[in-house]
């Protein structure tokens, strides 16, 4: 079995910063693809940043220049640095480890970022 577990949420004022982290361990030996999902109470889950196995990179339009995906192959860690964050922002972030083309993906259990005053 695969695990995936997120880390670093937490409470932040606006305007400030948080860096998210994703570990992916157990039985996976192909990492096709990881990203970042996020999902606000009422909303749908969406996607908010994704980085291939060669390293190039896709950002959600709100998010672009705020927020950086990179990471650790060694740690099969997947990073998301969030700066200027906005209370709009506020959702449990979710990281997705994908083995292979065509398939869904590994998801953690998430991590809630509130951005508040």
């Known amino acids: 079995q695969v695990q995936v577990v997120e880390s670093g949420g937490g409470l932040v004022q606006p305007g400030g910063s948080l860096r998210l982290s994703c570990t992916a361990s157990?039985?996976?030996?192909?990492?096709?693809?990881m990203g970042w999902y996020r999902q606000a109470p009422g909303k749908q889950r969406e996607f908010v940043a994704g980085?291939?196995?060669?390293?190039?990179?896709n950002y959600a339009e709100s998010m672009e220049g705020r927020f950086t995906i990179s990471r650790d192959n060694a740690k099969n860690t997947v990073y998301l640095q969030m700066n200027s964050l906005k209370p709009e922002d506020t959702a449990v972030y979710y990281c997705?480890?994908?083995?292979?083309?065509?398939?869904?993906?590994?998801w953690g259990q998430g991590t809630q970022v509130t951005v508040s005053s």
């Open positions: 980085m291939s196995s060669g390293g190039s990179t």
């Open positions: 997705n480890i994908k083995p292979a083309y065509g398939l869904t993906g590994y």
């Open positions: 157990g039985s996976i030996f192909r990492i096709y693809a």
